[in-house]
């Protein structure tokens, strides 16, 4: 038994008794005869998934870059500049370092760090935040972010910019694979994330007279940058 059923059987026993009721049964997942959530874009190739998340990111007020992970620099250099970034905030991820992806531009960089004191006011004041992504949803624009101590979500939600990194490799047909990965991870004991955020472009917002507003709260413009060889 892992350690997060061990911890929920646990804290769901205490509650009971403590509301003077029975221990509470195991509740067994049900079979269902009909599961059509399968079989949207079941045979899609990895390509053709691609073009469905783009197509989708035009619909969400978010633009797509594709490129390699030899180009990365490049492309954040010119995006940050076309955004008129001074300051980005960023994860702190190896990947950044292994891609050498901070090596071109000019903007001041904020490594998360949760042991600094004003980690998320540096977070907050930042012009462009920076992550990769743990998994996209290709149906949706969907963005998947694992949060974690050095994964702050602060990151992807507080600068007025945001650019998500996409491993081609890591864009799955919609929620229900998403949802599966992670279940599995969990259930294997493997799964680091303290919350789980799903982005799909700004926010967006009308009133009766529906008259968009792109970026109500959290970031104003985002970009999903697929790296194609990753």
Request: proline letters at 4%; a negative charge.
């Amino acid at each position: 038994m892992s350690e997060q059923i061990y911890n929920r059987e646990s804290f769901l026993t205490s509650l009971a008794q403590n509301l003077g009721r029975s221990t509470p049964k195991t509740v067994e997942r049900p079979t269902w005869k009909h599961q059509p959530q399968w079989q949207i874009l079941k045979n899609a190739s990895q390509d053709e998934l691609v073009t469905v998340f783009k197509k989708q990111c035009e619909t969400i007020h978010t633009d797509v870059i594709e490129t390699e992970s030899d180009q990365l620099a490049d492309v954040i250099h010119e995006r940050v500049k076309s955004y008129n970034g001074k300051s980005i905030s960023a994860w702190k991820d190896e990947r950044f370092h292994q891609y050498d992806i901070f090596s071109k531009t000019d903007a001041t960089i904020h490594k998360w760090d949760p042991r600094m004191k004003d980690n998320v006011a540096q977070t907050e004041s930042a012009d462009i935040g920076i992550t990769f992504c743990d998994l996209a949803l290709a149906e949706s624009g969907t963005i998947v972010l694992f949060s974690n101590e050095n994964q702050g979500r602060s990151v992807s939600l507080l600068p007025t910019t945001y650019i998500a990194l996409v491993p081609k490799s890591l864009i799955v047909p919609r929620m229900s694979q998403a949802t599966r990965k992670i279940h599995l991870l969990m259930k294997e004991g493997e799964f680091p994330a303290t919350c789980v955020n799903f982005i799909s472009g700004p926010s967006n917002s009308a009133d009766i007279e529906m008259n968009l507003v792109v970026g109500m709260h959290g970031p104003i413009r985002t970009t999903y940058v697929v790296i194609s060889n990753l």
